[in-house]
């Protein structure tokens, strides 16, 4: 039988799937603000926690790889000078 605490963490968990980061972020929130749980749910949460810091990093290592392809492709489209394009270099370093 599954107790409020598990349903609550379920919900979360189904949530946490199609969630973008900021989302990500606030439910790690309530989870770590979820009063003292059964070793059951406990154990759940622990793993939940896990999940969304994975999913986190997942959305986020996504995004820098798209902007690292994105930023060559711009360089090149644009047509600049080379002084022009190490100076753009030196400040995404």
């Not at 039988?1 to 979360?12: C, E, G, K």
């Not at 929130?29 to 969304?52: F, I, N």
Request: net charge negative.
């Amino acid at each position: 039988m599954a107790t409020d605490f598990t349903s609550s963490l379920q919900a979360i968990e189904t949530r946490a799937e199609h969630a973008i980061v900021q989302e990500l972020r606030i439910m790690t929130r309530e989870l770590l603000a979820l009063p003292s749980l059964p070793m059951q749910d406990r154990a759940y949460a622990d793993g939940l926690l896990l999940k969304l810091d994975r999913l986190i990093d997942s959305q986020q290592m996504q995004a820098e790889d798209g902007c690292s392809a994105l930023v060559p492709q711009l360089l090149m489209t644009a047509q600049l000078a080379p002084d022009d394009t190490t100076a753009i270099a030196a400040v995404l370093d």
